[in-house]
């Protein structure tokens, strides 16, 4: 299931659970070892798999031992730029290689 904007919270949390499940099934690893490996209970990976709420760091510690963390770096970007500034960006870029502002609607 692909999540978008439009997915409810509590579809998408089973659907990140479902995939975590697999993660660690993929690594050959019980819910047991998880816990161990990653400092949790075995009832909050079972909870998460599931796909019950749980907190943000419980699903940090689950990213780290399936050395998932760096992936979250697509998820939300160090630097975000908003479509407002990508365009104020090109118009500077345009004054300064014509030299001078137009509007785009003058006759040549």
Do not use: C
Request: charged content about 30%.
């Amino acid at each position: 299931m692909k999540i978008t904007e439009t997915t409810p919270h509590k579809a998408a949390l089973e659907e990140l659970g479902r995939r975590v499940a697999l993660a660690r099934k993929n690594k050959r690893m019980n819910q047991s070892e998880m816990a161990r490996a990653s400092g949790l209970g075995v009832a909050t990976i079972a909870r998460i798999e599931t796909g019950q709420d749980a907190q943000f760091s419980s699903w940090l510690k689950i990213f780290g031992v399936l050395g998932l963390t760096a992936a979250l770096d697509q998820l939300v970007p160090e630097s975000l730029t908003s479509p407002m500034s990508e365009v104020q960006r090109g118009r500077r870029q345009r004054r300064m290689k014509t030299g001078e502002f137009k509007w785009g609607d003058e006759q040549s």
